[in-house]
């Protein structure tokens, strides 16, 4: 009798084990891709540093003012979209050595801007493309100030 009830218990822990076992072993689930937004806040942080360097533009401090809102606002969106995993905040990006013409670099990052917000418009949601496309509106309108 003892026997029996000692093969049920490692029968039933058996049973009981194997859902824990299997949860253990399994592949953890691939992480999603990099948020396209990301990579255009980043832009923007950028640019807006870029600007503040050019202390001789009359429109670098508008420029910077504008370029730091659009990587606000896109950076709240990724986070929205996908919230960060910790409560920390992410260390501030070392700002790049500055070009040895930086308007005209000013200038090109602004178009590349307006370029990689058009590219990706068309394959986002509505609410998140109405915002992409007044980023690249408004980085176009940024870069007839400095023509």
């Not at 824990?20 to 937004?37: G, I, K, R, S």
């Not at 013409?101 to 990706?120: E, F, G, H, N, Y």
């Not at 690249?136 to 309108?141: F, I, K, N």
């Amino acid at each position: 009798m003892i026997s029996e009830s000692v093969s049920r218990r490692r029968v039933l822990f058996a049973v009981a084990a194997a859902p824990l076992a299997v949860a253990c072993t399994t592949e953890p689930p691939t992480p999603p891709p990099p948020d396209p937004l990301s990579a255009l806040a980043a832009q923007a942080r950028a640019d807006a540093a870029l600007a503040k360097t050019l202390s001789q533009v009359p429109a670098a401090e508008e420029i910077a003012t504008a370029r730091e809102t659009h990587a606000r606002l896109l950076q709240a969106e990724v986070d929205r979209e996908r919230p960060p995993l910790s409560s920390t905040a992410p260390p501030a990006p070392t700002a790049p050595p500055t070009p040895p013409d930086p308007l005209a670099a000013l200038r090109t990052s602004l178009d590349d801007a307006v370029r990689d917000a058009s590219m990706i418009v068309a394959s986002l949601p509505s609410y998140r493309a109405g915002l992409v496309g007044s980023v690249a509106a408004g980085c176009a309108s940024l870069r007839e100030v400095l023509s």
